[in-house]
Every structure is written in C-alpha cells, then in structure tokens.
C-alpha cells in the first residue's frame, strides 16, 4: 500500500511539475545562414557608417575642445576677479572629465568596428555578429558620453545665468 501510494505521489509530482525545455525558436543553422546572407550589406552599411562617423568625431572633438578652452579662460577670468562661481568650476571640471571619456570610448568603438570590418563574415558569421555587437555596445557608449557633454554644458549655462544674475544685483546696488 506504501508502495502504491509513493509511485502515485511520484507519477503525480512528475506529470503535474511544469516542463523545461531548452530549444531555441529557431535552429541556429537558420540564424547563420540569415547573416551569411545579410552580412555583405551590412559591411556596406558599415563602412558608410564609419567613413561618416569619422568626420563627425573629428568636428564634434574640435567643438569640445575649442568650447572647454574657453570654459577655462572665463573661470580663470572668475577667479580673478574673486568671484565665487563653485557651479562653474564643477561642471567645467566634469566636462574636462567626460571629454576625456568620449575620446577614450571614440576611439575603442572604432577600434571594435575595424574588428568587425575584418571579419569574413561568411565564413564567421557567429563572430562577426558577436564583434557586430560589441561594436554597438561601444557606440552606444559614446552616444552616452554625448548626452551627457550636453547635460554638462546646459548646468554649465545655468551656471552662467546664475552668475550673471548675482552681478546684475551687485551693478544696481548704491
């Protein structure tokens, strides 16, 4: 009767349990031949890519760098003249910092596009989809160093505007 009642309990633990299964939607044949397929106009796509990202970093690079000069000639002007203007200082600071960032992640993101450039994709379309992709994560990184530049650049701004106000209140004070 144990007996019976343990295989009963064990067949209803099995058949009541939820199935696992590790099958993929698709077989992975079918996802590389789709990239040996595809790959010849990526690489296309890719090379435009990169010719016209070149030229943009270059002239987004001077932009930067002309702007954080004169970043730094109005603080030393600030300092000067004893001004107190620590929202200028710190944002110029993280600039400088973040500038630095975007060079260092351009040049990675482009160093990881000749990576995947080189690869014979027909031949080696899982690394070159894998290198595709780390490409990706590397711009996706210097698009953030971007967005974070213009964060900067608008405290930086307001903390202009904010110091411009305080001298306003200085000049009409008797």
Sequence with gaps: MKRVLLLFS???AITASPMVRAETTEPIDQHMAAI????????????????????TRVNRGREYEAL???????????????????????????????FSQFQRHY?????????????????APVTFYDSLNEARDARAQ?????????????EYQAGLD????ELKKVEVQP
Excluded: H, W
Aim: a positive charge.
């Design 10 to 12: 064990a067949f209803l």
């Design 36 to 55: 040996r397929v595809g790959c010849v106009d990526a690489l296309q796509g890719m090379l435009q890519v990169q010719r016209s990202e070149a030229a």
């Design 68 to 98: 954080l000069k004169l970043v730094a000639a109005f603080n030393s002007r600030v300092v000067l003249n004893k001004l107190d203007a620590p929202a200028l200082t710190g944002a110029a600071s993280r600039m400088q910092s973040r």
């Design 107 to 123: 040049i990675e993101y482009a160093d990881k596009m000749d990576t995947a450039l080189n690869i014979n994709c027909k031949e």
């Design 142 to 154: 210097v698009a953030a160093d971007v967005v974070e530049m213009d964060k900067l650049l608008t």
């Design 162 to 165: 904010k110091l411009k106000g």
